[in-house]
C-alpha cells in the first residue's frame, strides 16, 4: 500500500516542479521585458541577477525532474574526494567575502548601497551554506547517512 502512495507522490512531485520551471521560464521573460524598458543602472543590474536567479532555479529543478524520470543522480565519494580541498578553501573564500561585506555594509552611508550590500551579503552566506553542505556530503555519503 505504501508504495502506490509514494508512486503518486512522486507524480505530483514531478507535476509540481515541472510547472514550477514554468513558472521561473515566466520569471526570466518578464526580466528580459523589464530589461528592454529599463534604463537606470541599478534597476538593470537588479533585474539581470534576478534573472540568472531564475535560470539557476529552472536548471537546477531541471536537474530534479530528469533524476526522477531519466537516469536517478548518484554521488558517491570518490566524486566528492577530488573536490573536497577545494570545497574547504572555497568556504573560506566566501567566509572572506561575508566579511568585507559586512565592513562595508557599516561604512557606507548611503541606503541604497546598503541595501545593495545586503543582498550580496545574503549571497555570500547562502553560497558559503552550500558549499560547507557539499563538503558535508563527503563524511556522509562515506558513512552511508542519508
Do not use: F
Not at 42 to 53: G, K
Not at 76 to 93: E, M, R, T
Request: charged share 30%.
Amino acid at each position: 500500500m505504501a508504495a502506490p502512495k509514494a508512486h503518486e507522490r512522486d507524480r505530483e512531485l514531478l507535476t509540481l516542479l515541472r510547472k514550477w520551471k514554468g513558472v521561473e521560464a515566466t520569471t526570466i521573460k518578464s526580466c528580459d521585458s523589464i530589461l528592454k524598458k529599463a534604463k537606470n543602472p541599478i534597476m538593470t543590474t537588479l533585474t539581470n541577477a534576478i534573472r540568472n536567479d531564475s535560470q539557476k532555479h529552472a536548471a537546477i529543478l531541471q536537474l530534479i525532474i530528469d533524476s526522477m524520470t531519466k537516469t536517478a543522480y548518484e554521488l558517491s565519494p570518490d566524486d566528492l574526494a577530488g573536490v573536497s580541498s577545494l570545497l574547504n578553501k572555497h568556504i573560506d573564500i566566501e567566509q572572506e567575502a561575508i566579511d568585507m561585506a559586512n565592513k562595508a555594509i557599516e561604512m557606507t552611508h548611503d541606503s541604497i548601497t546598503k541595501q545593495l550590500l545586503k543582498l550580496i551579503l545574503e549571497d555570500e552566506k547562502k553560497h558559503k551554506m552550500m558549499a560547507t553542505r557539499m563538503s558535508e556530503l563527503k563524511y556522509r555519503i562515506t558513512a552511508g547517512i542519508p
